[in-house]
């Protein structure tokens, strides 16, 4: 069965520009929560999606947005970037949104903002 | 604001040592996890603690759950280089989704 896929792999944007990246969930799992790491430090809650309804929302500004569709994949879309937002942006899906669901990442997507 | 602070940042130990991973909060959390990262990999969980005072063995990990459930500690006993990732603890308060990560250690195993 396939894990958890995000796109694309890498990215270089420049500062100012949009970013669009994408997550598929694991068959089955209707829960998506995306996650900022920067380099050296663990990853910090941005958004979370259950049944395509925004469920938590991280300490991020307005320019951090996300969406789920019908099939449960999801955006995550990040306005006016800062060179700040380098970092490595996962997602981890879950069957349900309850307590003790196991979160499953995937590998991430590395955004550089030159 | 919850923290989840974990020592030490950085270990680098030899082949065979034991090793242990603090995970501590001023925060009570429901349950606690444990993920291990490789690099350029995502998180893979390792174990959730559940009930204070729980103590969970996975082959030669040990992970204990305080009593008051705000702190944790990971114990590797004889270190292979398999070992060698970023340890990371985080809280679970409410949904599932929404973890608190700690700030990682990571570790080093050499030949």
């Known amino acids: 069965d396939a894990g958890v896929t995000q796109s694309p792999t890498h990215l270089i944007k420049t500062r100012g520009q949009h970013v669009t990246l994408r997550c598929s969930p694991i068959s089955g799992h209707k829960s998506v929560s995306w996650y900022q790491q920067v380099l050296g430090q663990g990853p910090q809650f941005i958004f979370q999606?259950?049944?395509?309804?925004?469920?938590g929302r991280g300490n991020f500004p307005d320019r951090f947005s996300a969406r789920q569709f019908p099939n449960y994949s999801s955006e995550l879309n990040v306005n006016a970037l800062l060179l700040g937002d380098s970092a490595l942006y996962l997602c981890?899906?879950?069957?349900?949104?309850?307590?003790?669901?196991?979160?499953?990442f995937g590998n991430g997507t590395r955004l550089t903002v030159t | 604001t919850q923290l989840l602070e974990q020592s030490p940042q950085f270990l680098s130990i030899q082949e065979g040592e034991n090793l242990t991973v603090y995970c501590n909060s001023s925060?009570?959390?429901?349950?606690l996890q444990w993920y291990r990262q490789e690099p350029g990999e995502g998180p893979v969980l390792l174990v959730t603690v559940v009930t204070g005072g729980e103590v969970k063995k996975l082959k030669r990990l040990t992970f204990q759950f305080g009593d008051a459930r705000k702190d944790s500690s990971l114990h590797i006993t004889a270190a292979q280089p398999g070992d060698t990732g970023l340890y990371l603890c985080?809280?679970?308060?409410?949904?599932?989704?929404?973890?608190?990560f700690g700030t990682g250690t990571r570790l080093q195993v050499t030949l």
């Open positions: 981890a899906s879950s069957l349900s949104d309850r307590a003790y669901s196991s979160l499953h």
């Open positions: 925060s009570v959390f429901s349950s």
């Open positions: 999606y259950y049944e395509k309804e925004e469920r």
């Open positions: 985080a809280g679970m308060t409410g949904t599932a989704s929404k973890l608190t």
